[in-house]
């Protein structure tokens, strides 16, 4: 178990919604019952629709969001009792839009070399040759330096969160969907950077991304979430190839290849995401599921495990579906 | 009347030519789009692709009419159903606006009033137009919910775009759309910001509703993947020009400008790309659009550029009816796509 970085057990956060003076509010579980293991040097991908807790999970391996139940392990010790410096020390963000992460009145020098400051790790000087490392490994030209993040493009402007993310050698680095406000040419761009990255270093890396196909391209191992649920996870080959869960089935379906010969995937997934105030009863995937059995409405399914993959779903429980049947005929 | 309509001669709905649009900054003119020529006719999709700053919304924006008031259209041609919009007043074009022709926003939550329910919003376009009264607005857009799939479409008329959520939002801006049976759509970016399962069936909706009212979509988009399953056929755009057109499966199956060919070598594409493999990538910068066109916009970032490349404009050539490509090199010169050495070697 050495290999493992970063550990979510029995993971859970809930939300109180509505509370106020007279009302006592209703509880939002935005995340539920999550195990998951990232091992050292791989490419994790979490995948769902938005809503589905996916961010919230992210935010809670950052440190940045207590867990209400369970707990995170950085090498096999509780973040809570870390400290937000040193697991920021080890785990790093990359968000989403590089428009708002980014201090629009700093120098790329002073963004960059922000987390060295803030650590108190070496002087002016130092801090600014490795601020020019920096830069170059990701890919910005030096003569940037005392630029501003409103003169760069949106690629720049990513590899000047991903240079920061890596001032402090992360062990870590969670990048919360770090292309999709970038262009298709920029995308490929960044990914490739990742990837060269994720070699040269060694890094870990968590992908939070609703792009399945950048998704199949970068990622080592996928967990996909519903309704704060890990309803399946697996290595990505297995996963694309082969899912279990009829929601992945049905995510897999929706992937829209540059495919002329296609049409639109036929599918009817019914109703919207549900309500997360107001779960449905049993499985949570019941009321959309092509393959929902009547035990799907009464009990929530167990957690099915073999070798390397997990589903959440009683199509997998060989006693329930054969009694389903049977009560059917 | 709408079945007279179709009957008639009015198979293509818009025809646009030499279309530009100028907008004044503080160091000039920028180019936003640079005399594009594009048509569309009932029952067809086009799509147009391009990446941020190519033009494409620009061109949607002067076709619609709705032009931030800095931009400065011109035109040659720009004529809907036989009549030339060119020639009508604000008002005038005004009126034809959400009559003949709607247009689809990509964030339905900054495009619907937040302050008006979604049933007043229908039923005014409905009225402005001179439909009918108030009790038949209400029926259709009571009618139209139900049929963009919409359920309880009576009380969801009675709600607030906050109280919907973004696919039902995006539902209900395409229904507001159909309000006055218009005979072109312009949709821009309708799905980016949907999730991907919504995404289908948005997609699956405008295209059935297309195909039942025989309506002319521009669809315009970034996502190569919409492109391919929705496009009758395809403009590229490229700095404010067209750079290729096509049908969908000319333009895929044998892109023939570098720039597109670049762009599909971008994605990974499930079962093409290997796992991991560097993804292709397009160099450097779009170029800034001030000043005349003196040359090929993409020979700094073309792979194949070449001298004759620098020294004019190139004129986008016709190799065929309704195949275009602004490029000097012949499609048997071009290298191989990386997808394509990478079929090969398997």
């Known amino acids: 178990m050495s290999d493992v970085v970063l550990e979510c057990r029995d993971v859970g956060r809930r939300f109180s919604v509505g509370a106020g003076m007279f009302a006592t509010g209703k509880e939002l579980r935005a995340v539920d019952g999550v195990d998951l293991a990232l091992r050292r040097g791989e490419m994790l991908a979490i995948v769902g629709e938005s809503g589905c807790g996916k961010t919230t999970l992210s935010r809670m391996m950052l440190g940045l969001l207590r867990p209400s139940s369970g707990a995170i392990l950085f090498g096999g010790v509780p973040i809570d009792g870390i400290g937000r410096a040193t697991v920021a020390r080890h785990i790093q963000p990359v968000f989403q839009d590089p428009y708002s992460s980014l201090n629009p009145r ?90 060269d990255l994720r070699r040269e270093l060694n890094l870990t890396f968590v992908i939070v991304s609703h792009n399945l196909a950048v998704v199949e391209h970068m990622a080592d191992r996928v967990a996909v979430m519903y309704l704060g649920r890990v309803i399946e996870a697996g290595p990505t080959s297995e996963i694309f190839s082969a899912p279990r869960h009829p929601y ?28 997360p105030l107001d779960p449905p ?49 | 009347m709408t079945q007279a309509k179709s009957t008639a001669a009015f198979e293509e709905v818009l025809r646009v030519e030499g279309l530009s649009v100028e907008i004044g900054i503080s160091t000039g003119l920028l180019r936003a789009v640079s005399g594009i020529d594009l048509h569309v006719g009932r029952g067809e999709t086009l799509c147009i692709v391009g990446e941020s ?24 041609r720009l004529v809907l159903e036989g009549r030339d919009l060119l020639a009508l007043s604000p008002k005038q074009r005004a009126a034809l606006r959400g009559d003949r022709m709607a247009m689809i926003f990509q964030d339905p939550m900054t495009s619907l009033n937040p302050v008006y329910t979604i049933g007043n919003q229908m039923e005014e376009i409905f009225l402005r137009h001179g439909k009918g009264d ?162 090929c916009q993409f020979r700094n970032r073309c792979p194949q550029a070449f001298a004759d490349c620098a020294a004019a404009p190139v004129p986008l050539r016709e190799t065929a009816p309704g195949r275009t490509s602004r490029c000097l090199l012949t499609p048997a010169s071009l290298v191989p796509q990386r997808a394509e050495s990478l079929g090969a070697a398997e």
Do not use: W
């Open chain 1, 106 to 195: 700093k120098t790329l020098a002073a963004i960059i070399a922000l987390p060295l400051e803030v650590h108190r790790i070496g002087r002016r000087e130092t801090r600014r040759v490795r601020v020019e490392e920096l830069m170059e490994l990701v890919g910005l030209p030096r003569r940037l330096i005392y630029a501003y993040p409103s003169q760069l493009s949106g690629g720049q402007r990513q590899r000047v969160a991903i240079a920061r993310a890596l001032a402090m050698s992360p062990e870590v680095v969670i990048c919360d969907e770090p292309t999709s406000a970038l262009d298709v040419s920029v995308q490929a761009q960044i990914l490739n950077l990742l990837q």
């Open chain 1, 281 to 329: 009863s049993g499985c949570a995937f019941h009321p959309r599921c092509p393959k929902v059995m009547p035990e799907c409405k009464r009990t929530q399914p167990a957690t099915r495990r073999d070798s390397a993959r997990m589903v959440e779903c009683h199509l997998y429980d060989p006693v329930e579906a054969s009694a389903a049947v049977s009560l059917k005929s």
């Open chain 2, 134 to 295: 108030r009790k038949a607005a209400r029926a259709r857009a009571e009618y139209l919910l139900h049929k963009v799939g919409i359920s309880a479409a009576a009380s969801r008329l009675g709600q607030y775009p906050h109280q919907l959520s973004g696919g039902l939002r995006q539902r209900a801006m395409i229904a507001m759309t159909l309000m006055c049976d218009p005979t072109l759509i312009i949709a821009d970016e309708p799905t980016t910001a949907l999730d991907v399962t919504i995404q289908a069936q948005i997609l699956h909706l405008l295209h059935d509703l297309q195909r039942e009212y025989r309506m002319a979509l521009i669809l315009i988009t970034h996502d190569l993947g919409i492109v391919a399953r929705m496009a009758t056929r395809v403009v590229v755009m490229y700095a404010g020009q067209v750079v290729e057109t096509g049908t969908a499966a000319e333009v895929f199956a044998a892109p023939m400008h570098p720039y597109t060919r670049g762009l599909l070598d971008c994605i990974p594409i499930p079962g093409k790309t290997a796992r991991g493999a560097q993804l292709g990538s397009i160099p450097g910068m779009v170029p800034a659009l001030l000043g005349p066109i003196a040359s």
């Open chain 1, 248 to 275: 992945t089935q049905t995510l897999l379906d929706s992937v829209l290849t540059p495919d002329p010969t296609r049409g639109l995937p036929e599918f009817a997934l019914g109703p919207g995401f549900p309500n």
């Open chain 2, 53 to 76: 700053g190519c033009g494409k919304t620009m061109t949607s924006l002067g076709i619609i009419g709705l032009l931030p008031r800095r931009a400065r259209l011109t035109a040659e």
